[in-house]
């Protein structure tokens, strides 16, 4: 027979024993007792923010969680969760009534608690009610992100009010925000337009208005428990509870007040320490709008072009640039098109003066010297090959070439060249169309646009017989590349 595993019995607690009570009497300090019956931590609830009911109800709540046959049994996960339920409080203390508890002090003024002050860390703003609301600085850099993410002015970010939300139609993920846009200046009937922001990640339109609602969100809480419910976005809160403004400053905030501290706290000083930089919202947008986005923003395309680009220095030269170039463009363009040369009316006389020798001038009107899109008068001089050797450049190369001449005979050819060469465009890949056949489309159509009306061409191109189709239609096919 084996022994017992345990030969000692472990000692029974004495009569009338009772286990000790985890709360005290004012219901604010919780003991918790280890599993070997000796005490682990106690923690005063008593010491933390808020009204004296919630923290017994937070002691309470504590208290049925922590201990050796309850959830918490770890000392470190006792000390986590009284650390989760301070941190509540803390913001739960300043969210009912936007600022920490104060209290009357013996010369008259309200003043935080010393054990306020060593629960938060300290007196300053960004201890206590600046963990939950944007500050007058921190309002204007929002402001400022705004106008440089979407182009908009300072009235419309003023008005702005909380955008409806709506999951993209099959990715319940990506959320849009349709944003309502008051232009007050304008008529009526165009008064309100519409802004769909994605948020689709970092950096998207949308990401920065999820962030602004949830910077904001804690500050319309606070005013919808005060009485004072709002829809705007953009919310912040002073320094101080003024008797005329109130506690929270509603839309943008105020440029000068906000401005100089913004700008001290960012760094943004210059030069001058005495004279800090200044961040126009005017001329930002303006850069945003002419220089960035290039385009309109909020507005018609008239008053973007006379409003903004017009009156901007930079796109003036920019413009000045642009005209110049392209003139240049036209010149050069010019002179590489009008090679060819078009006589449409000229006789056997007139086409001698031309050419200067009688024979060849009657060969040009007899048709001797035509080749598939005109005529030739040096065949053996091109600047296509070496001098005195016969051209074997491809036909389409007559329209840049000093020594071709079309007639009025030849413009039923030349306008159905022109037809199916606009219809080839058509069935090209773009590539190929710019390297193959571009620049002979461009040279035929200057040198038909100089020359004819658009009756002529249309009235010429009905003209043109069979034979100039197969000539044309063979060309195209490179029946005739040497």
């Known amino acids: 027979m084996t022994a017992r595993r345990h030969a000692r019995q472990a000692a029974l607690p004495p009569a009338g024993y009772a286990r000790p009570r985890p709360i005290d009497e004012s219901g604010l300090i919780v003991t918790v007792f280890g599993e070997g019956g000796g005490v682990e931590d106690t923690y005063d609830f008593g010491a933390l923010l808020g009204p004296r009911d919630l923290l017994v109800a937070c002691a309470a709540g504590f208290e049925r969680l922590a201990g050796p046959d309850r959830s918490w049994r770890a000392a470190a996960t006792c000390e986590?969760?009284?650390r989760a339920i301070r941190t509540f409080l803390r913001y739960a203390a300043t969210l009912r009534t936007g600022?920490?508890?104060?209290?009357?002090?013996?010369?008259?003024?309200?003043?935080?608690?010393?054990?306020?002050?060593?629960?938060l860390g300290g007196r300053d703003p960004e201890q206590t009610w600046g963990r939950l609301f944007l500050t007058l600085p921190e309002a204007l850099a929002l402001t400022v992100l705004f106008v440089c993410a979407e182009g908009w002015n300072w009235s419309v970010l003023d008005k702005l009010c909380v955008p409806d939300e709506s999951p993209a139609e099959g990715d319940d993920d990506l959320a849009i925000y349709r944003v309502e846009i008051r232009k007050r200046r304008r008529p009526p009937h165009l008064r309100y337009t519409s802004n769909n922001l994605v948020d689709d990640g970092p950096g998207s339109p949308g990401r920065l208005m999820h962030q602004a609602l949830e910077a904001t969100e804690p500050a319309r809480l606070t005013l919808a428990m005060l009485g004072e419910p709002t829809g705007r976005l953009l919310i912040s809160r002073r320094g101080y509870d003024s008797?005329?403004?109130?506690?929270?400053?509603?839309?943008?905030?105020?440029?000068?007040?906000?401005?100089?501290?913004?700008?001290?706290?960012?760094?943004?000083?210059?030069?001058?320490?005495?004279?800090?930089?200044?961040?126009?919202?005017?001329?930002?947008?303006?850069?945003?709008?002419?220089?960035?986005?290039?385009?309109?923003?909020?507005?018609?395309?008239?008053?973007?072009?006379?409003?903004?680009?017009?009156?901007?220095?930079?796109?003036?030269?920019?413009?000045?640039?642009?005209?110049?170039?392209?003139?240049?463009?036209?010149?050069?363009?010019?002179?590489?098109?009008?090679?060819?040369?078009?006589?449409?009316?000229?006789?056997?006389?007139?086409?001698?003066?031309?050419?200067?020798?009688?024979?060849?001038?009657?060969?040009?009107v007899d048709g001797v010297l035509d080749t598939a899109t005109g005529a030739?008068?040096?065949?053996?001089?091109?600047?296509?090959?070496?001098?005195?050797?016969?051209?074997?450049?491809?036909?389409?190369?007559?329209?840049?070439?000093?020594?071709?001449?079309?007639?009025?005979?030849?413009?039923?050819?030349?306008?159905?060249?022109?037809?199916?060469?606009?219809?080839?465009?058509?069935?090209?890949?773009?590539?190929?169309?710019?390297?193959?056949?571009?620049?002979?489309?461009?040279?035929?159509?200057?040198?038909?646009?100089?020359?004819?009306?658009?009756?002529?061409?249309?009235?010429?191109?009905?003209?043109?017989?069979?034979?100039?189709?197969?000539?044309?239609?063979?060309?195209?096919?490179?029946?005739?590349?040497?």
């Open 99 to 119: 600022d920490v508890p104060l209290a009357n002090t013996a010369d008259g003024h309200r003043r935080m608690l010393a054990r306020y002050v060593r629960a």
């Open 243 to 364: 008797a005329k403004y109130g506690l929270f400053h509603l839309g943008a905030p105020p440029r000068m007040v906000a401005m100089r501290s913004w700008v001290e706290s960012s760094g943004l000083i210059g030069n001058d320490p005495g004279n800090p930089f200044r961040v126009s919202l005017r001329r930002l947008r303006r850069t945003v709008q002419v220089l960035v986005r290039k385009e309109p923003a909020q507005n018609t395309d008239e008053t973007h072009q006379s409003v903004y680009v017009r009156r901007d220095p930079a796109a003036q030269r920019e413009a000045q640039e642009v005209a110049a170039q392209g003139l240049a463009n036209a010149v050069e363009h010019a002179r590489t098109v009008m090679k060819m040369r078009m006589l449409l009316d000229a006789g056997a006389d007139e086409l001698t003066d031309y050419v200067d020798d009688a024979e060849k001038a009657q060969a040009l």
């Open 376 to 482: 030739c008068l040096d065949f053996r001089n091109s600047p296509f090959a070496e001098p005195g050797e016969p051209c074997t450049a491809s036909f389409l190369n007559c329209l840049a070439c000093r020594n071709a001449v079309a007639t009025r005979r030849h413009l039923p050819r030349l306008a159905y060249l022109h037809h199916a060469l606009n219809a080839l465009r058509a069935t090209l890949d773009p590539a190929v169309w710019d390297q193959d056949w571009r620049e002979h489309f461009l040279r035929l159509t200057s040198l038909l646009e100089d020359n004819t009306s658009p009756p002529e061409r249309e009235a010429a191109l009905r003209a043109a017989s069979d034979a100039d189709r197969d000539l044309i239609d063979r060309m195209l096919h490179r029946e005739y590349d040497a």
């Open 80 to 82: 986590n969760g009284y």
